[in-house]
């Protein structure tokens, strides 16, 4: 018979992205590219991180006019953060959005879900990357 799934289970089950700066990726709804370019500090870790992305379009126009949030989530303890949904500061004429205040509250694989909405209102799309932070593995 099967045993209890414990946590670290759970965790070791959890696909995460390797993490590198530029690292890009295409959104749900194929509208949005978002790459993370820069990040302080240099790997997702618990506590206070600033990242900077680029956001285009699935062609690899620049985005300068969107909305930009991002959702933490940690799956294997199915829970966010207690702050609000940190927002992207647009920082250029090239896509680019400083998101500061994405606070990792403990170590181990969390979900980054970026929303892009496009200065329509109507264009919307979402892109998912899971990060182990702090390397707990």
Known sequence: AGGAVG????????????WA???EKLGDAGLYRVAIVAADPSEPDVGDNVWTVRVSTADGAAVNDATVTARLWMTVHNHGTSQADPVGTASGSDGRYDVAAIDFIMPGPWEITFTVTGADGMSIDTVLFTFDVEGCR
């Open 21 to 23: 700066l530029g690292l």
């Open 7 to 18: 946590v670290e289970d759970r965790v070791d089950a959890v696909q995460v992205d390797p």
